[in-house]
């Protein structure tokens, strides 16, 4: 059933065509000699009319046995990128990934898709482990799944694939190799070895995380030998990004949770303490709430992330330990109960959201006091270091920042922002409150600044203005300065935030490690002389429950009909999907459902041009959404 164009690459090492050793010189753009082949099993399979970004390039790197290393958002396509060029090259890949749930999930979405994938895990009964190797034996297999410590340790079945011979080696999630990354595993560390085990076979290693010690760290344990690096854009513009901070948090939680009525979200929380009232209390509103965190049973764990995948809750309130493995892609709201402790995490787990490129957001509720929480718990870990010195500073600052969120998460991770306005941000959308006698405000905070003699950080400005007479101040006689207790009114969050604004125009600066003194510059000197204009923001203005959040999914259609049709539709997927034992993303993503609503396709061959619609689904699947867009009665 698949074209035969590259069967005569099979069983050896080199690859079919090319040397591959042009592939970084050659423009995106062209049609490359697979382009065809690909482009055809995207349609076919997955029902996708074309590559995201790299993806191509991605693919042909595995089809040209050239190792790369693929660095893409979530939610940037990264999967297909060795599975279309295994089912393209009609041979065996294989797949590292270290999540054994994820593995699962992902095998029953590409058999639903009509593809021959398996995985070899410890969960398989013995019967099952005997047929995945018959059908690698037989040549029918196209993805092999397999976990770190099981390709590494199982010397039978790398003989076997030795026999039988492999197109490439991807892996997955790659960062799991470095101590840099976010999720070190040792295991990963031996997979170095599979070079001298499959000498001719390519290596192709994927991650989202974006830092180049990460990058670095990949390329040389993994052996790649002159890999080509593709770097996407981190920018995920489907993400609306607000910064709250915290007031009335059950308020600021409840007006979020009316945008995204019966939608999926997650609500990350710093204790477990914190987890377990607010699952109760939304529980008690009525909302399909459950908690997630270390402390629970395994078994109840699993059942509430259960839950959350087939769509029998809609919220998930966790901690941070939730999420790695949750392929939920229509999660519409991932919401922080306090503030991270880097910009990196804060990436990570906002990134949860909107995997499925629709209209998604990600708030972040904070207090100064999360600043200082992490400080206390770094330190009790014995972790309290430069680096985390410098990140939980980060994060203090993306959080206190009056600018384009987007941008600034870009900009950090070291990419160019070229948009002017993202239409997508608390910043660009113009929620933030601008203070009426900004340039007063401004001035007493310079003048505080000018009166510690350009010698403290903003901690040490924030209690002067506030009027706390700590030790500190009072040892460096700051209590009696004219600017002591100026702003007595405010919240040090408030003063630390205004602190924060004035660095990033420029009118302040920081100096010194690791301890910083805010300085003034030349332009501070003019504001204080009266002659420089100077608008700082305050809290940050909700936008109402009422107003379009632009992230529910109802937002995006057009009109209440089709809102309604895609509720059916809803319906329809996840009658199939209990009949099936699969999550109902497996079946069809939300937005090829909300195409449908949308296009209200008649027949199978209108079908088969929605968005995600691969010729098995169509044929599985097809009359039972089919027949309910027939039947569906717009209400009178
Ligand atoms: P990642 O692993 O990088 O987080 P996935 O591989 O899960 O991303 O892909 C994210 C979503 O994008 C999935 O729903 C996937 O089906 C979809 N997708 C991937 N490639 C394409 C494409 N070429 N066209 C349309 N949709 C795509
Ligand atoms: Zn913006």
Known sequence: MYPPALRQAQGGPEPSRGTGADTPARAGATAGPYDALLLDVLHRVWGFSDFR???RDAMHAALDARDSLVVLPTGGGKSLCFQAPAIASNQLAIVVSPLISLMKDQVDGLRV??????????TLLPGQRDEVLASIRDERCRLLYVSPERIVADG???????????????????????????????????????????PGVSVHAFTATATERVRRDIASELRLRDPLVLVGSFDRPNLIYRVLRRGDFHKQLGDVLARHEHEAGIV??????????????????????????????????????EAFLDEQIDVVVATVAFGMGIDRSNVRFVL????????EHYQQESGRAGRDGLPAECILIYSGADFGRWRQMLEANGEWNESARTLLRDMERYASATRCRHRALVEYFGQRYDRADCGACDWCLKELDAVPDSVVLAQKIVSCVVRVKQTRGSSHVTDVLLGRATEKVAAAGHDSLSTFGLLRDESAAAIRGYIEQLVVAGFLSREGEPYPVLRLTATGTTLLRGGAA???YREVRPPSARARSRSSIRDTFVSRIDSDLFDVLRGVRLRLAQARGVPPYVIFHDTTLREMAMRRPKTVDDLRSV??????KAADFGDAFLDAIRTFRKPD
């Open 53 to 55: 970004p790299l993806q």
């Open 113 to 122: 898709d009509g593809v021959a994938a398996s995985y070899l895990n410890s």
């Open 156 to 198: 039978a079945l790398r003989r076997l694939l030795q026999q039988t011979g492999i197109r490439f080696i991807a892996i997955d999630e790659a960062h799991c190799i470095s101590q840099w990354g976010h999720d070190f595993r040792p295991e990963y560390r031996q997979l170095g070895a599979l070079r001298d085990e499959f």
């Open 268 to 305: 990350y929380c710093s204790s477990r303490r914190e987890v377990e009232s607010i699952a109760a209390k939304l529980q008690a509103e009525g909302h399909r709430a459950a908690p997630y965190h270390a402390g629970l049973p395994d078994e109840v764990r699993s059942r509430h992330q």
């Open 336 to 343: 922080h109960a306090g503030a991270p402790r880097s910009p």
């Open 534 to 536: 100077c608008v700082l």
């Open 611 to 616: 968005y995600g619609v691969g010729a098995k």
